[in-house]
């Protein structure tokens, strides 16, 4: 019963994509917010929003992975 290193890499390598999602998604939402009056608000809203949600599925992908690599063994 070992771990599977390779996966075990992939794993924190999606974690290592979400941390700084994880920081940006939610400035740029905010910087969008401020900004309210301008013309480029959606386009900023949406683009914070997309970037959150790609945090949250890089977290959860490389959670997934990790807890794989731990505990399916060498499958």
Do not use: H, Q, W
């Not at 309210?36 to 790609?54: F, N, T």
């Not at 977290?59 to 992975?65: D, L, V, W």
Request: glycine fraction near 10%; charged fraction near 15%; proline fraction near 5%.
């Amino acid at each position: 019963m070992g771990t599977n290193r390779k996966l075990l890499a992939k794993g924190i390598k999606y974690l290592s994509g979400c941390l700084p999602l994880m920081a940006i998604g939610p400035i740029v939402i905010n910087s969008s917010f401020k900004n309210e009056d301008s013309p480029y608000y959606p386009y900023v809203l949406s683009i914070g929003i997309l970037l959150s949600a790609i945090a949250i599925y890089l977290g959860f992908k490389g959670i997934n992975t990790i807890m794989k690599s731990l505990f399916d063994g060498n499958k």
